[in-house]
């Protein structure tokens, strides 16, 4: 198994091949694809990223096997019971800023995925899931420039950051409930 690749580098290899999308925007849309249709198929999310996914391209190889990674282990994360889950963003270190562009690409991504898997405007949703979805599409919009960045500011991007990432697995729960073994009667 290809391990999930480190955002810079998964966000470099896709500018080398001029995708459509950033790497958050990719995790996002992986997400919001297998959130609204419990399943996702690796080659059409590839089709979504690449305008022409052509693998003789060197760049586009390399860039897919991280995208494989990045799948592989995404899937294991949405379907573990530990809620291990977490988002394809910058490191902490990398200004608020940027992180804060990111989040909204990430955001943008996942609601991208939910239509694209399927998930149609009309549908009646449990109320949670339906405000989350409507904060993400907020969330998108979302951006930050200060030349002073304060701690409340810093605290305001992590609780936003773990409503994100709290509010897809919530999402996945109520729309991809994990099947409870049957009990068989003897």
Request: charged share 25%; hydrophobic share 40%.
């Amino acid at each position: 198994m290809i391990d999930r690749p480190d955002f810079h580098i998964l966000q470099q290899a896709l500018q080398k091949t001029d995708a459509g999308m950033s790497a958050a925007e990719c995790h996002g849309s992986l997400c919001g694809i297998y959130c609204a249709s419990g399943k996702i198929e690796l080659e059409n999310w590839l089709d979504q990223i690449f305008e022409e996914l052509d693998l003789n391209n060197v760049l586009i190889k390399e860039a897919s096997q991280l995208l494989v990674g990045l799948f592989q282990n995404t899937q294991k994360q949405l379907n573990d019971t530990e809620a291990d889950f977490q988002l394809l963003l910058p490191d902490d270190e990398i200004s608020l800023d940027a992180r804060t562009e990111a989040l909204a690409d990430w955001c943008h991504g996942f609601t991208y995925g939910l239509a694209m898997g399927g998930l149609k405007q009309d549908r009646e949703l449990p109320e949670d899931t339906a405000e989350i979805i409507r904060d993400m599409t907020e969330i998108a919009r979302a951006g930050f420039e200060s030349s002073e960045i304060t701690e409340a500011d810093e605290e305001a991007f992590m609780h936003i950051h773990e409503y994100v990432r709290m509010g897809v697995l919530l999402i996945t729960e109520e729309l991809q409930p994990i099947a409870q073994p049957q009990e068989t009667l003897h």
